[in-house]
DNA sequence: CACCCGTGGTC
DNA sequence: TGACCAAGGGT
């Protein structure tokens, strides 16, 4: 299945910043932050802009971690934001501002789990690792497990398939890696599938068994209404938006609950996404 | 391992 | 219209 699966990206791949050869292991590592469940339309425009204003780990080390958060815009998960920031941090002081190109060193990194540490040893600077990301992990689902969804959380079978698949030389685990995370993307996608468009269709179990809709537990939906996150969200917007400190009195207007309304801003504050002042302001934190 | 963490588009 | 989904990580 690798032929045609390579040779289907060489074809079809989009035209991504970050696919982009001046793009470095630094404009791929930013990208795969920002990629942390957020669609790739949305990531463009924060993509280029962040890059030119820092388009070196030391340059974003060298400023407050509250302009990350600010730079971050409506990203969502804005301690992404923070962890970028620690992690060129990190970069700067470990590894003398260069991103490292080890797997164990980037999985070392802050925000960097097994996915990333994969992906930007990969797609950086063309290492063999198996990337498992949610697009991948459906393709094997379906194409090899003949199911319609992987199960909720990675399992060792998963990686074991994603390591015996591995194409066994460097630059060809990279490209599959590219090319399996691409086709989930774009043709195995999750809700409509385009098979007609797959490369591997005729080859893949989930088709061969009559495309069997998902059997067995519901998979965990996201409810978002009325939670903290929301609130969260709704008390930092107004963060980022300020030029100065911003008085208590403007953060209890964005939502009328006061006890989940001071439980969300505590929560910002503990996290480092808030800092409170000796006055009683917040702000952006610049530490 | 289950849950928490934002935001906006889609069907 | 609301549930589902999007290149996960940390605890």
Redesign the pocket.
Known sequence: MHRPVIDWFDEHARD?P??RPEAGPWGVMV??FM??????N?VLPVYEQWLARWPRPADLAAEPPGEAVRAWG??????RAL?LHAAACAIQERHGGEVPDDHAELLAL????????A?VASFAFGRRHPVL???VR?VFARVVGGVQYPP??TTAAERRLARELLPADEPTAARWAAAT??L??LVC????PHCARCPVTARCAWRQAGSPAHDGP?????T?AG????V???L??VLREATAPVPQRDLDRVWDEPVQRARALD?LVADGLVEPLADGRYRLPLT
């Open positions: 991504l970050w696919r990208s795969e990629l942390q469940q957020t669609p790739v949305r409506r990203l969502g998960y804005p301690r962890r802050p925000g960097v789990g097994e996915y990333t540490a992906a990301d949610t697009n459906r909720n959380a995370m691409e989930g993307a996608t999750a809700r409509t519901p998979r965990r939906g996201q978002y939670t903290d996150r929301q969260r969200g709704k930092l917007a929560g």
